[in-house]
């Protein structure tokens, strides 16, 4: 079935370092989408990044992804952190109705 | 817009019991979803409903019944709550490949 592996469960770092958050999947779709998802504090995960475009660059507030599917990957990227950006990071695979989403990854921004 | 409606927010329950969650969107969306959501585990897909009348079992369905009379209603029953349980369920519907999901439900099993 289909995977995604989110290697790191926490990622701290220091305000105004490059960010980069793992992802990689397994699937036995030919085109299959891939998502970030980020969840705030006591919020609900909502919709970050979206592609199905192999080798784009996709872009928004600040991060961006870019779909592998040589590597199947689909790491997040951002050049400088922000305190506001510490949340929970979920990357998720789709292919039909269904999304698989990996375990997530806190990034935990400090001052 | 639209909005997605979970109740109730806090769901206390005894071992055994049977507990019904209940989900509502005003999005007009054909797809629903129920995930569960537990700390290092990630998002694990419980059932999901294509459209009304419509149910399919995700990952994590055993231990779990859904219902959907409705298009903008999709129920989710723990058959028996195990004790010491606690995650959160969150519900979600889908437009143009991105979910869209609600403030979700916190299940305590005492």
């Known amino acids: 079935g289909d995977s995604v592996t989110q290697t790191e469960g926490l990622v701290t770092l220091t305000e105004g370092l490059p960010v980069m958050l793992n992802c990689t999947y397994q699937?036995?779709?030919?085109?299959?989408?891939l998502f970030w998802y980020v969840q705030h504090l006591n919020e609900s995960p909502r919709l970050l990044l979206k592609?199905?475009?192999?080798?784009k660059r996709t872009e928004h507030q600040g991060f961006h992804a870019t779909l592998h599917k040589s590597s199947s990957s689909f790491h997040l990227q951002k050049s400088s952190a922000q305190l506001s950006d510490s949340a929970l990071y979920y990357c998720?695979?789709?292919?039909?109705?269904?999304?698989?989403f990996g375990t997530g990854t806190s990034l935990l921004v400090d001052p | 817009g639209g909005i997605i409606t979970q109740t109730p927010k806090f769901l206390i329950g005894q071992e055994g019991q049977k507990l019904t969650l209940k989900c509502q969107q005003n999005?007009?969306?054909?797809?629903m979803y129920w995930y569960r959501q537990d700390s290092g585990k990630g998002l694990r897909l419980i059932y999901y409903?294509?459209?009304?009348?419509?149910?399919q079992k995700g990952d994590l369905s055993e231990g779990y019944d859904a219902s959907r009379e409705k298009k903008s209603s999709f129920s989710l029953t723990v058959t028996s709550a195990q004790k010491n349980e606690m995650a959160v369920f969150l519900c979600?519907?889908?437009?143009?490949?991105?979910?869209?999901f609600g403030p979700g439900t916190r299940l305590t099993v005492l």
């Open positions: 998720a695979l789709g292919g039909g109705y269904k999304l698989t």
């Open positions: 979600a519907s889908i437009d143009n490949y991105e979910q869209y």
């Open positions: 409903s294509i459209t009304e009348n419509d149910l």
């Open positions: 699937t036995i779709y030919s085109n299959p989408f």
């Open positions: 592609s199905f475009t192999d080798n």
């Open positions: 999005f007009n969306h054909d797809t």
